[in-house]
């Protein structure tokens, strides 16, 4: 489904958290943002307006200009960070993880309680920017999809 409305967001799917906490992308989001190639990712808590998180990885962000985010937490940059332990920066927490090569993740249950997200949630999978997605939990977007569930793929 590319498009809700004219001029609106992209969605790439709906993604369901498994009762063990894995979390399978759209392929086309994978694609679009090569997102597995590093074999890492890193999560970053979502707007208020949507919830969820945004991802992206090192090579999309480094030289962004958000890169800035990776110069002052070497613990993320340099992955020695505990995975799926978040690191406030900015008004925004990081974390990173490792992700399968056809696009999973696992989320812990520490990574769900601070992202306040629960098994059996579908996320919305929306085109952020050239360096991030989103997996939204909420909000608008996620409303309106729900008159489109029939024409969304679930991953």
Known sequence: MPQMNKGGK?????????????????EQAIREHDITVEGKVYLFTGSKSTGGFCVTRKGLLAPSKLGHILSDTPALREYTAKPGSF????????????ISDDGKIVLTDDMMTFLKIEPEMKLLSIRSSDIAFTMGAYGRLVEESMKHENEILVY
């Open 10 to 26: 992209f969605i790439f799917g709906k993604s369901i958290v498994r009762n063990d906490g894995v979390l399978q992308f759209p």
């Open 87 to 98: 690191i406030r920066y900015k008004g925004r927490s990081y974390a990173w993880t490792t």
